[in-house]
């Protein structure tokens, strides 16, 4: 762990009178940097949020260049028959979000409306559809590269950005119900894969630190549900799966995984009958940018005024 400096006001302490001070979020929402909207983890982004969002954008967008990986963007919703497959609600199914709309007729609506008009229940007659909200932005990809027919030999690489959904409400302002994800994701052999996950692990540090952010490389693992999901999630760190990369925004106890390094194995290989080119199963592996993760990290660290950022964080970003 490389030392963490916080700022002075960085874990919200009290007043002289006893009194907290603003949270993060609320002085994110009083510069109008987030925008309310009375959910918690629904925010809108003001102009200057998203220019550091785009910047990153772009800066991720250049360390991969040389990669030459194939860019693909899905809107944030996803077929719900390759949601089911994927394997998604086995591990996580308290974050799921499904798109559910009114299939009624009009004896129905009318009922709808009586039922919004009296401040009753109205969702009763909603019907799930076949759509459901993207939980990260590398799950629309598998069934869309196994229809393709084996990898070739050096196998595949994409670049995907999307809005993802996790129903995990929070105040703080880092763990949002609908945020972006950026993700390469490597599909081939072992070798392959785990040579991507290194070398992201290299240049995503690089990047941290280009940004003069303090960060902490931390073995991790997903937030399975209930019993069996604390096995899988024990595994998952044994093994090495999972790494994140650590910022502290919302506290330095608990610093936030603004990267992550998953490795799947042969997982989505075998669920999607994927095969390399001798016919073995395909193992892949993706590392994720939280695009709001690490705008939150700048913002709270170089300050809410963009243009005071030190100049060298500046340059990366803007040149
Ligand atoms: P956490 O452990 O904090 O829940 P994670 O490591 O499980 O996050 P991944 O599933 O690996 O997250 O997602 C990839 C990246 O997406 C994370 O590194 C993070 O930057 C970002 N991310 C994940 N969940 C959220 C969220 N609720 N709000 C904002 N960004 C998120
Ligand atoms: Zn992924």
Known sequence: MESIQPTPTFCEPLDDDGLAEPTFLDRLFDQGLLVRTGVDGLYGRSGAFESVVEALDRLIGRLGAADNAEVLRFPPGMSRPAFERSGYLKGFPNLAGTVHSFCGHEGEHAKLLACVEAGEDWTAGQKATDIVLTPAACYPLYPVAAARGPLPAEGRLFDLQSYCFRREPSLEPTRMQLFRMREYVRMGSPDQ?????????????????????PLAIDAANDP??????????????AQGLKFELNVPVNSVEKPTACLSFNYHQDHFGTTWDLVQADGDVAHTA??????????????????????AWPEGVRRVLWG
């Open 224 to 237: 399975f549900f209930g019993r069996a999901g604390r096995m899988l999630a024990n595994n998952q760190r």
């Open 193 to 213: 894969v785990l040579a991507f996950r290194e070398s992201w692990l290299e240049r995503g540090t690089q990047m941290i630190r280009d940004l003069e952010l």
């Open 286 to 307: 993706c590392v994720g940018f939280g695009l709001e993760r690490i705008t939150l990290a700048l913002l709270r660290h170089h300050g809410l005024d963009l243009a």
